[in-house]
C-alpha cells in the first residue's frame, strides 16, 4: 500500500529537494559566519593600547568542584516550625420549643396515610 502512495520518482523527488534545501541552508550559514581574515588583522594592527588601568575586584570563594561520578550531599539546615494556631470556631444554634417547656426532645411529626386510589374501570 505504500508503494503506491509514495512510488520511485516521488521519493527520488522528496530526496533532491531535501537535499537542496539543506545545501542552500548550510552555504548561508557558512557565509554569514564567515569573518574576512584581512579586516581582522588591520583592526588590530589600528588599536593601540592606552595608559594601563588598575582594576580592583573582589574575588569570591571559587565553587566547588563537580565530581564525574558518584554523589552529590546538599546540606539542609532545618529551621524550626512556627507553633500551630489554635482556632476556635463558636456557633449557636437556636433549640426548637417544645411548647410544654419541658427539656425532653419533641415528638417527630406523624407520617403521612398512605391512599389507594381505585379506578372505577373503563
Given at each position: 500500500?505504500?508503494?503506491?502512495?509514495?512510488?520511485?520518482?516521488?521519493?527520488?523527488?522528496?530526496?533532491?529537494?531535501?537535499?537542496?534545501?539543506?545545501?542552500?541552508?548550510?552555504?548561508?550559514?557558512?557565509?554569514?559566519?564567515?569573518?574576512?581574515?584581512?579586516e581582522a588583522?588591520?583592526?588590530?594592527?589600528?588599536?593601540?593600547?592606552?595608559?594601563?588601568?588598575?582594576?580592583?575586584?573582589?574575588?569570591?570563594?571559587?565553587?566547588?568542584?563537580?565530581?564525574?561520578?558518584?554523589?552529590?550531599?546538599?546540606?539542609?539546615?532545618?529551621?524550626?516550625?512556627?507553633?500551630?494556631?489554635?482556632?476556635?470556631?463558636?456557633?449557636?444554634?437556636?433549640?426548637?420549643?417544645?411548647?410544654?417547656?419541658?427539656?425532653?426532645?419533641?415528638?417527630?411529626?406523624?407520617?403521612?396515610?398512605?391512599?389507594?386510589?381505585?379506578?372505577?374501570?373503563?
Amino acid at each position: 500500500m505504500a508503494s503506491n502512495r509514495l512510488p520511485a520518482p516521488r521519493v527520488a523527488g522528496i530526496a533532491a529537494w531535501t537535499a537542496a534545501a539543506v545545501t542552500w541552508g548550510t552555504a548561508a550559514v557558512a557565509l554569514a559566519n564567515a569573518a574576512p581574515v584581512e579586516e581582522a588583522e588591520v583592526v588590530a594592527l589600528e588599536i593601540e593600547p592606552e595608559q594601563p588601568q588598575v582594576v580592583e575586584q573582589e574575588v569570591l570563594e571559587p565553587l566547588p568542584v563537580m565530581p564525574e561520578s558518584g554523589l552529590v550531599v546538599l546540606r539542609y539546615t532545618p529551621s524550626e516550625k512556627p507553633a500551630p494556631q489554635v482556632v476556635v470556631q463558636r456557633v449557636t444554634v437556636a433549640a426548637p420549643s417544645s411548647g410544654g417547656g419541658s427539656s425532653a426532645a419533641p415528638a417527630p411529626a406523624p407520617a403521612p396515610k398512605k391512599t389507594k386510589a381505585k379506578s372505577k374501570g373503563s
